[in-house]
């Protein structure tokens, strides 16, 4: 099984829906993901590296994409989200889970699930 990092709970405001209030309140997002990557090499040398993957980064390269964001749907900001990933980190497979916390009445929180692997996405190659 391969190594996996875990990020679970990352909030971020951003524009998302299509109802015309939707349009004007940033709301917030809930991400719950993790990234398939070679782990040994940064326990190896115990301090990050450019060259390895870097949680951090990560997080703040998705908060601020996120949050400049003005999609109407969940799924595609999902789909954005995983691309931007593999399209810049050294990983080989993303799981995300994007909720949508208060999105219909009635329910506490709508999301959707996605896995995406990174020979669909060339690196440093986003489009």
Do not use: H
Request: charged share 30%.
């Amino acid at each position: 099984m391969p190594d996996r990092i875990y990020i679970e709970g990352l909030n971020i405001d951003c524009l998302i829906g299509f109802a015309d209030w939707e349009r004007l309140v940033r709301q917030t997002v809930r991400l719950d993901l993790w990234v398939e990557c070679d782990v040994r090499s940064a326990a190896r040398v115990d301090r990050p590296r450019p060259d390895l993957f870097n949680t951090k980064a990560l997080s703040k390269c998705l908060q601020e994409w996120v949050s400049q964001s003005e999609f109407q749907l969940i799924e595609t900001l999902a789909e954005g989200i995983c691309e931007l990933a593999l399209s810049k980190f050294p990983i080989t497979r993303i799981g995300l889970k994007l909720s949508k916390p208060g999105a219909l009445r009635g329910a506490r929180n709508v999301a959707v699930r996605i896995v995406r692997r990174a020979q669909d996405y060339p690196l440093n190659e986003p489009k």
